[in-house]
């Protein structure tokens, strides 16, 4: 596959992207490597990546355990304190092997280390290769909040190896499509049909799906590396999905929600709020809502959820001058930013959820 050229940094695949990589090691004087991984990399990614490296440098592995309840703050302070003890300098890279947790913590613990080292981003799961690893946004969270704490910075490479994908559970592949099937319906009709019967969709060639996921997120994130308009439409489903997620985080009496598991109903509910809007028409909708039913369990939301649920959205990051954000369906295949929304739509949003 043909590599994509993003902001100052290129996405490379499979065997091309190890050339890449060790290309990338012979121009540039490293020091050492430090390979960012978890617990689950660690053991089922590494042995099959460290064969690929081509370099005399000194390798350092730093592992921290894997799971959204350590994206913070604490393990980026016991991540630098390893690298200085271990004599990590400004030429030193890192590279982050896993998935969003590890991508968005390591892009953050090296944009941050002495003012920033080189990184580079191996994502390893679904969700990392078609949205964590893409565009440049690095962070932690702030307790339950969501990547409340981060930078855009770019890395030097993304290689996307889609063997990695052999080693992920069911459950993890269906939180990375929810990201792919979020990107057909803000920006691609015809990609989103394609999933609407996923009995016909040939997983054999799974990769051209990726590819052309990688490709509508990084042409929305070329525009707009910032955030200041079209970007923001890849917030849709985020504003409602992500305080669901925090909810069910930070609540003992809840089993904590994959990423995509949450987006999934957050795009469910948002698209009803877009339809109440008259954004999109109750078929469409009815198509969006059925379509996402018939691969993500349904959630259960008790009456005492919501009133937390609206609480968390005032301290989403989209938020501007104290209003809540919204990135709305306008028709399937385009979007409406900077929409705002009633509690009492958010409300009833969740009552035809139920049903």
């Known amino acids: 596959m043909q590599s994509i050229q993003a902001n100052s940094y290129s996405i490379h695949f499979n065997e091309k992207g190890y050339q890449a990589l060790n290309i990338h090691l012979k121009v540039n004087k490293y020091s050492n490597i430090f390979i960012i991984v978890d617990s689950n990399t660690n053991e089922f990614c590494l042995p099959t990546f460290l064969p690929y490296l081509e370099s005399d440098l000194t390798i350092e592995i730093i592992e921290f355990e894997a799971g959204e309840e350590n994206k913070n703050i604490e393990t980026c302070a016991q991540v630098w304190n390893v690298l200085t003890e271990l004599g990590a300098d400004r030429k030193t890279l890192i590279i982050n092997l896993g998935g969003g947790v590890v991508t968005d913590l390591g892009g953050f613990v090296a944009s941050t280390f002495k003012r920033g080292i080189d990184f580079i981003h191996i994502p390893t799961s679904l969700l990392a290769m078609v949205d964590a690893s893409v565009g440049g946004k690095n962070g932690v969270d702030l307790g339950n909040l969501k990547n409340q704490i ?206």
């Not at 994959?258 to 957050?266: N, Q, R, S």
């Open 150 to 355: 981060g930078v855009i910075n770019v890395p030097k490479i993304v290689l996307i190896d889609t063997q990695y994908l052999e080693t992920v559970p069911q459950n993890e592949m269906r939180s990375g499509l929810a990201e792919m099937l979020k990107h057909g319906l803000i920006y691609d009709k015809m990609y989103w049909e394609q999933f609407l019967d996923l009995k016909t969709v040939d997983f054999a060639d799974f990769d051209s799906l990726i590819y052309r996921s990688i490709e509508i997120k990084n042409e929305i994130v070329t525009q707009d590396p910032t955030e200041n308009n079209i970007r923001k439409s890849l917030n849709f489903g985020h504003t409602l999905g992500h305080a669901i997620e925090s909810h069910f985080l930070e609540n003992e009496n809840k089993t904590t929600l994959l990423h995509g598991e949450a987006i999934a109903v957050g795009m469910i509910l948002e698209s009803y709020i877009s339809m109440s809007k008259k954004l999109i028409d109750k078929k469409e909708y009815l198509q969006i809502k059925s379509s996402l039913k018939s691969i993500y369990d349904d959630i259960l939301f008790e009456e005492n959820d919501i009133q937390p649920i609206l609480e968390l959205l005032i301290h989403d990051k989209k938020n501007e001058y104290g209003n809540i954000q919204f990135a709305l369906l306008n028709g399937i295949g385009k979007i409406k930013i900077n929409q705002s929304v009633e509690n009492e739509l958010i409300i009833e949003a969740f009552e035809d959820y139920k049903s």
